[in-house]
C-alpha cells in the first residue's frame, strides 16, 4: 500500500519525545481511557497510566515510549485531599 503523508504534516520534522524510559514525572490525570488508563500529558505528549483515576496528581516513571505516546507506572500517589461535596 502506498501512504500519503497529510497535506497539513507535509515537510514537518517529527517533534522530539519529551519524555524518556526511567524519568520521572508528576502529572495529572485529564481523562480515563477507553481500557481504563488513566491519560495525561507532558509537553503535548500522550502518557498512559495505568490505575489512574481521573484528576489524581500522580508521579509516574516512563516504562514504554511509542511513536505517539509513551506508558508509565505510578510509583507514588500523594494523601488523598478531602474532596468538596455538593450541599
Known amino acids: 500500500m502506498n501512504y500519503r503523508v497529510p ?3 507535509a515537510g ?3 517533534r522530539p519525545c519529551p519524555v524518556k524510559v526511567g524519568e520521572e514525572y508528576e502529572v495529572v490525570i485529564e481523562t480515563v481511557g ?3 488508563d488513566g491519560l495525561a ?18 508521579r509516574v516513571r516512563i516504562t514504554k515510549i511509542g511513536r505517539n505516546s ?7 500517589k500523594p494523601e488523598h485531599r478531602r474532596e468538596r461535596t455538593a450541599r
Open 12 to 14: 514537518r520534522r517529527p
Open 34 to 36: 477507553s481500557l481504563g
Open 70 to 76: 509513551a506508558t508509565a507506572e505510578i510509583i507514588e
Open 7 to 9: 497535506e497539513r504534516e
Open 41 to 58: 500529558r507532558i509537553k503535548g505528549f500522550i502518557i498512559f497510566v495505568a490505575d489512574a483515576k481521573h484528576r489524581d496528581r500522580v
